[in-house]
């Protein structure tokens, strides 16, 4: 099988799970299309029990294909460019420092008890890992779908400050979480061939953080200058013109060995504000924006059926299924601390509705972002058990916490008409 027929297949699989989920489940995105992708292993399986060189096959498929490379330079550089894009600083106003904090501190929060609490947990369950690779594991897991909160809170009448705060906190959480995560796996590796001090770890920050920051700083503002004087007919080249700069940023990330990540984040955030400014809304108009969003969500429903697909080849044992379940609560109270901790430092100086916390915590699912940095990482000892518990956490989560959280938002908000 061709490569191009492979991602034609995830591209059909992709559309039709849309469509059934869309005129069909009528449910949210994620939901949805989780239990649609459950749908997708429990037909492979049975298709494997039926035809058993049907697992040798997909096996060979996904082997052959490198789409962990795929994935890590490409789908989660868009998907981080297109949520960054989203955020417009204009809009966040005086919401604009508490969403900073709560994603920022609460992605740091959240990876550290996330990071021990697996590492102790693992232990107990036997099961050996660095301390480095749970907390890149803590890292990777953090960030919420901003899809999914943002397509259940516009449902019920909350205030705008609130709404403001739990959108921004998701599309700004993504590129944090994610830069961490790779930074955290930057150290794991050079642990393994050298004891670390702590030059290395400044220096390894210093280079991966630092260098996406000025690199994206540079191309950002280079194709904010190019935007201005595209005509404001010539949708197609401005589209173009995006993809181009992401493409570069990544190609010239990996060359300078910097954190591509960091710079399409950087990226994002320049041309989703400076682009929405007088001079440039006439040239990019709503079509940028729109182009990007949809790429999200196509990917997005992409990586639903990847891991469909991917559960047919890792290992089914049983202590990684129990370390993802157990997993999923320490996720769980992770995300309610790192969210409390914030407000309550906060609450000092600025008030925060009464059921803040509650919401931001129950309403942060886990989605796409998780599984993409999940199936992209290089191989190391513990991937396939990372790979478990992300999948067991973020079903648990979608399905869970998303089947729920309209009830807790119904009994604390009225619903829109």
């Not at 609130?162 to 921004?168: A, C």
């Not at 990917?299 to 993802?324: K, Q, T």
Request: with cysteine; net charge negative.
């Amino acid at each position: 099988m061709h490569i191009l027929d492979v991602l034609a297949l995830f591209i059909l699989l992709a559309g039709v799970f849309i469509y059934l989920n869309t005129y069909y489940l009528k449910l949210p995105s994620s939901v949805g299309l989780m239990i649609l992708s459950l749908g997708l292993s429990v037909a492979l399986f049975v298709l494997e029990y039926l035809i058993p060189e049907f697992k040798s096959g997909t096996e060979r498929v996904l082997a052959d294909y490198e789409y962990h490379d795929v994935l890590f330079q490409i789908v989660l550089n868009f998907m981080l460019f297109a949520g960054a894009l989203q955020i417009d600083f204009r809009k966040l106003k005086e919401e604009k420092t508490p969403v900073l904090i709560l994603a920022i501190c609460g992605v740091f929060i959240s990876t550290a008890l996330i990071g021990f609490g697996v590492f102790y947990l693992l232990g107990w369950l036997g099961i050996e890992m660095d301390i480095l690779y749970c907390l890149m594991f803590g890292a990777l897991i953090s960030p919420t779908d901003p899809i999914a909160v943002t397509s259940t809170i516009k449902k019920f009448r909350l205030s705008e400050n609130l709404e403001t705060r739990i959108s921004g906190e998701s599309l700004i959480n993504d590129g944090v979480a994610v830069v961490l995560a790779l930074t955290i796996l930057d150290l794991a590796h050079a642990g393994e061939t050298h004891t670390l001090n702590l030059f290395d770890i400044i220096w390894i920050f210093g280079t991966d953080i630092m260098g996406g920051v000025v690199l994206g700083l540079f191309l950002g503002y280079t194709g904010y200058r190019v935007l201005l004087y595209i005509d404001n007919d010539e949708v197609e080249v401005e589209i173009l013109m995006t993809l181009a700069l992401v493409m570069a940023g990544t190609q010239l990330a990996e060359f300078m060995h910097v954190s591509s990540k960091q710079a399409v984040v950087i990226m994002g955030l320049i041309l989703g504000n400076e682009g929405r400014g007088s001079k440039v809304t006439s040239a990019t108009g709503d079509y940028v924006f729109k182009f990007w969003k949809l790429m999200e969500e196509s990917f997005n429903a992409m990586l639903f059926v990847l891991i469909g697909l991917e559960m047919l080849i890792i290992p089914w044992r049983s202590d990684y299924f129990a370390a993802g379940f157990f997993a999923f609560n320490i996720v769980l109270f992770s995300r309610w601390l790192s969210v409390f901790l914030p407000i309550k430092a906060m609450g000092t100086y600025r008030s925060f509705e009464k059921n803040t916390v509650a919401i931001l915590a129950w309403g942060g699912l886990r989605g796409g972002i998780p599984i993409a940095l999940s199936l992209s990482l290089p191989e190391f000892h513990g991937k396939e058990a990372i790979v478990t518990m992300t999948y067991i956490v973020v079903v648990c989560s979608v399905l869970y916490q998303g089947l729920t959280v309209p009830k807790l938002l119904k009994t604390t908000f009225p619903r829109r008409r």
